[in-house]
């Protein structure tokens, strides 16, 4: 299944724009069904108006194509260097990567590659959990440990946190992370992040980001997070005052009886195409 169903359909040399689908759970540590994110996104994606009202642009044509699903399920580890060897390939070719996940652990070995690709890069977190743990569940590859391998690779700016453990403490950069509660009562500090910023930003939006009552279907929902237009309009100022390279939108776990939190993602990942390519 392609990224836009039969509505956008361009061969991989056409194509500017890549999705990369990561069908990734095995490191999930409460809900299930992460893998099955990808497919989710694929599908509600088909529902999209492809012409884009903010931007009056229609970002598709600059080609979007969707490769085959990233499978690798004997280790964490493997699962991050495909992932990692198969986006560095991308860039190589001069595209634009999309990782669909899966949980986040697929971001690292995405991470990995950018950061090899480009000089000056800093990496872009937005996620209500912090993600900094050393290693969780006798692995340094986990899904709570994403942030903690991927800083090992670029600096980190980390937006909409609320959720840590004490562990994570000694390790989260306070000047760094801009905690929910905090930019709930001063919106300045979405343009203080930007400022610490490199010229080069990858993004990984773990979609727990949002408040659950927009974004119920996630493995690790947690209240007090921002609303669509929040992050939106923060991820457009990015978009015009950094050079974005890449992203990733994780931890879809998608519902059987609704769909809504799949085609916001499906939504998210179209509109910040839209801000890149307008």
């Known amino acids: 299944m392609n990224f836009g169903g039969n509505e956008v359909v361009y061969s991989y040399s056409a194509s500017e724009i890549i999705i990369v689908p990561v069908p990734y759970d095995e490191t999930s540590t409460w809900m299930k069904g992460a893998d099955k994110g990808p497919d989710a996104i694929m599908e509600a994606s088909v529902n999209l108006e492809f012409y884009d009202i903010e931007t009056d642009s229609e970002a598709h044509l600059k080609g979007i194509h969707t490769i085959d699903p ?13 992932v990692y060897g198969t986006v560095l390939n991308l860039l190589r070719e001069k595209k634009f990567p999309v990782v669909a996940g899966g949980n986040h652990t697929v971001s690292i070995g995405a991470a990995k590659a950018f950061s090899e690709h480009f000089r000056n890069l800093s990496v872009l977190q937005l996620d209500a959990h912090s993600d900094l743990r050393q290693e969780y569940e006798g692995s340094l590859y986990n899904h709570a440990c994403a942030m903690a391998r991927i800083r090992e690779f670029a600096p980190i700016v980390q937006v909409g946190i609320r959720s840590m453990s004490r562990e994570e403490v000694p390790f989260g950069d306070r000047e760094r992370v801009f905690f929910a509660h905090e930019l709930y009562h001063n919106k300045s ?9 490199t010229e080069n930003v990858y993004i990984t939006i773990d979609l727990d980001v949002f408040d659950p009552s ?3 279907s996630t493995g690790t929902p947690e209240p007090g997070g921002p609303d669509y237009f929040e992050i939106m309009h923060f991820l457009k100022d990015v978009v015009q005052k950094r050079n974005v390279v890449g992203f990733d939108v994780v931890e879809l776990c998608p519902s059987p009886v609704n769909k809504a939190s799949d085609f916001v993602a499906a939504k998210i990942i179209y509109q910040l ?3 890149k390519f307008c």
Not at 70 to 82: I, R, T
Not at 192 to 197: H, M
Request: hydrophobic fraction near 40%; aromatic fraction near 8%; charged fraction near 30%.
């Open 70 to 82: 990233v499978k690798e399920k004997k280790s964490p580890e493997d699962l991050v260097n495909v």
């Open 189 to 197: 500090g979405y343009s203080e992040a930007i400022d610490l910023l």
């Open 273 to 275: 195409l839209s801000y």
């Open 214 to 216: 927009l974004i119920p």
